[in-house]
């Protein structure tokens, strides 16, 4: 089982701590399983869903299977793509712009001045949750105005944090 689960993880201590957990799942719902059925293919099921469970759950933070599946490759943008940038930047300011004066006043302390909740809510004389709300009011709306630059975004980031 620990070889069966090992095609999918990888990781032979991994795999080995889902074969375990596949047969405690085993005995903890002996009295519900079918036991027309044979355990084997009860295990392998068992197995196999908490195998996908598991790259499911971690893939996003495995550099190595990153890696592998060239996930970590992103186009990069150079001065060539200045123009797309300058688009970029004006639609953000644009859709910045469109918020209330408050909650433009709270994104910009928070994203351009990176200050702190507290300090913003300090500052302005309004509790933490105001700020909260308020933070989670803009980034919905960037969200909304931004979703067709998603992509560009994502790019720019990568290649900075890359580079």
Known sequence: MCFFAQKYVKDF??????????????????????????VKSYLAMVIHNKCTNYLRDNRKF???????????EVPEYDGADSMV?????????????ELPEKCREIFVLSRYENLKYQEIADKLQISVKTVETQMSKALQHLRIRLA????????????????
């Open 13 to 38: 201590e991994t795999a080995r701590e889902i074969a375990q957990a596949a047969f405690i799942s085993l005995w903890e719902k002996r009295e519900t399983i079918d036991m027309n059925r044979p």
């Open 62 to 72: 495995d550099q190595y299977i990153l890696n592998i599946e060239n996930l970590l």
């Open 85 to 97: 940038e300058a688009e970029l930047k004006l639609k953000i300011d644009l859709s910045i712009a």
């Open 148 to 163: 067709e630059y998603i992509t560009i975004i994502l790019a720019l980031v990568m290649s900075c944090i890359y580079k």
